[in-house]
Structure formats: structure tokens, C-alpha cells
Nanobody
Framework: VQLQASGGGLVQAGGSLSLSCAAS????????MGWFRQAPGKEREIVAA????????YYADSAKDRFTVSRDNFKNTMYLQMNNLQPEDTAVYYC???????????????WGQGTQVTVSS
């Protein structure tokens, strides 16, 4: 499966952004999907993940109550709605697809190219 992340940009603290991850190739609905981010000098970390049918979710503590992950299997697209963004959310955001329920980056098989999110104070 090929993944294309989009929707990043520059926003002021307290603002919102909506990221999209469009998938093509093999059956999108057969993949567990995740959003990761990587800030300069830091390791890649999980932000949120969503199950095949969209009924089960995982959120990192930093994302709880501010971010919402969703997917539309008919459109082969996953989304990440990010509200109340803070400077510490600044990072490159990646979407990823994997065969199983996991929040570990190395267990995801396919990755998008990343989209930059920059939050100014």
C-alpha cells in the first residue's frame, strides 16, 4: 500500500489542523493505521492509532482530549484532527499502515512521506 500524508502547515498556538492520509494499492481496510510524529533531535513517537474498522483507538497521553483519529475505508483515507495545538506539537507527522494491533513504529510495514506541522507561540 502507498500512503500520502497531507494537511500540515503553520498555525498559532491554540489553533487547529486536520491531517489526511490517502492510501492506494492493497486493501486499506485490512490495515491497522497509525499517526506518528518526529521532532528534530527526537525519536519518532506514536500519536494515535485506529483499528481496521475504526471502532478501536489509541492515543498517546500528549494527544488525548485534543486529537481525534478517524478513517473512511470507502475513501481509503485516515484523518487526524488536531485541536488546541501547542509549540511542543511541532514535528513531522507520518501516517503508517500495519497488519496488526500495535503502537510500535518498527511493526508498521508502510509509511507515508510525512507532513510538517509547525506551531508558533
Amino acid at each position: 500500500v502507498q500512503l500520502q500524508a497531507s494537511g500540515g502547515g503553520l498555525v498559532q498556538a491554540g489553533g487547529s489542523l486536520s491531517l489526511s492520509c490517502a492510501a492506494s494499492g492493497r486493501t486499506f481496510s485490512s490495515y491497522y493505521m497509525g499517526w506518528f510524529r518526529q521532532a528534530p533531535g527526537k525519536e519518532r513517537e506514536i500519536v494515535a492509532a485506529i483499528s481496521w474498522g475504526g471502532g478501536s483507538f489509541y492515543y498517546a497521553d500528549s494527544a488525548k482530549d485534543r486529537f481525534t483519529v478517524s478513517r473512511d475505508n470507502f475513501k481509503n483515507t485516515m484523518y487526524l484532527q488536531m485541536n488546541n495545538l501547542q509549540p511542543e506539537d511541532t514535528a513531522v507527522y507520518y501516517c503508517a499502515a500495519g497488519p496488526g494491533t500495535t503502537i510500535v513504529a518498527v511493526r508498521y510495514d508502510y509509511w507515508g512521506q510525512g507532513t510538517q506541522v509547525t506551531v508558533s507561540s
